[in-house]
């Protein structure tokens, strides 16, 4: 049996090059030839047995087909979608997510520049001080010390804001290995498993999950831009009084100091630095919060949820629970 199995194995990864739609089909066929060879097995040898059980097996495999002809309608409807999608251009559901994703990565990688500069002119500006010595015997004046109220929000920004790049980098990742293997070899795997009644479990797993990776996992993330693009655009309005603070370029912090000044200059400067980065909090928000975290989250949550449902779908009795706790 495991030689079997590993010689199936071998046979479907050069498949994994070709179109799924391919794959999927020679799956299906390879699933009609082994069946056939049992009930000529059973009738050669006399075996009642073996006959009944290609017949009963022959139905799944008819449910099956009959799957796999929704899911190639199915897929080929939710492409035609995604190619009005935005402004990509995208021929397939998984390029509008990888689109999603890199237009995503822009926008935080430019806030973490932005933070990035501030805290360096920041840490610039506190360090500075002024002293004065005359025959042995002087003093020092340090009137940067108010810059060192940004350092606490400017840390927790830089991290939150590498934890994000982190994350998006990982989806578009798994975005890439879904493209690259959920239909052209998890699913053809899947449906050859799914012939026989002892292997079933595992074939319903492989096309579930190959399903919601291929399928659902970029729709979470294109429903999440949707979402936000509705909440930025609503219908019947003239987008600029909600959109604008969401929309606007990250206003740049001047930071100067003049550390012999012991006035309220060098605090007011340092204050002012502060509410400008308070009147960019919007768009930080909005960039870390419902681009690149929401949407990560809810593509996950679509594809253990969609999991779940398709495992009882194609016959598959896999307690899939500890991924949707996982996420």
């Not at 990035?116 to 025959?135: N, P, R, V, W």
Request: charged letters at 10%.
């Amino acid at each position: 049996m495991k030689a079997a199995t590993a010689l199936l194995f071998l046979m479907m990864v050069p498949l994994a090059f070709a179109a799924w739609q391919t794959t999927a089909a020679v799956a299906i066929a390879t699933s009609i030839g082994l069946l056939g060879a049992i009930y000529i097995l059973g009738m050669g040898f006399g075996i009642s047995e073996l006959q009944m059980t290609a017949k009963e097996e022959f139905f799944q495999l008819i449910a099956a087909a009959l799957m796999i002809v929704f899911l190639v309608g199915g897929d080929s409807a939710l492409n035609a979608i995604s190619t009005n999608f935005g402004d990509s251009g995208s021929a397939t559901l998984q390029e509008a997510a990888r689109a999603s994703i890199d237009t995503t990565l822009t926008g935080v990688t430019g806030l973490m520049t932005s933070i990035e500069g501030t805290d360096k002119a920041a840490a610039i500006e506190g360090s500075k001080a002024s002293s004065c010595s005359i025959l042995g015997m002087g003093y020092s004046v340090s009137g940067c010390g108010s810059y060192t109220m940004l350092a606490t929000p400017l840390s927790m920004a830089g991290g939150i804001t590498g934890f994000a790049v982190g994350e998006l980098y990982t989806m578009k990742r798994l975005i890439q290995l879904s493209e690259g293997f959920a239909f052209p070899f998890l699913l053809p795997l899947g449906i050859v498993l799914r012939t026989f009644k002892f292997t079933r479990g595992a074939g319903g797993l492989l096309i579930a999950l190959a399903i919601s990776l291929h399928i659902l996992l970029p729709i979470g993330l294109i429903f999440n831009d949707m979402l936000g693009a509705t909440f930025l655009d609503p219908p019947g309005t003239d987008n600029d009084a909600l959109s604008a603070p969401y929309k606007a370029v990250p206003q740049s912090v001047s930071l100067s100091c003049n550390p012999g000044d012991t006035g309220p200059d060098n605090e007011n400067n340092a204050v002012g630095g502060y509410h400008t980065l308070r009147t960019n909090l919007r768009v930080y928000l909005f960039t870390m919060l419902i681009q690149a975290t929401l949407g990560p989250v809810l593509a996950l949550l679509m594809m253990s949820t969609g999991l779940r449902t398709l495992t009882s779908l194609a016959g598959a009795e896999v307690d899939v629970s500890a991924i949707s706790r996982f996420v």
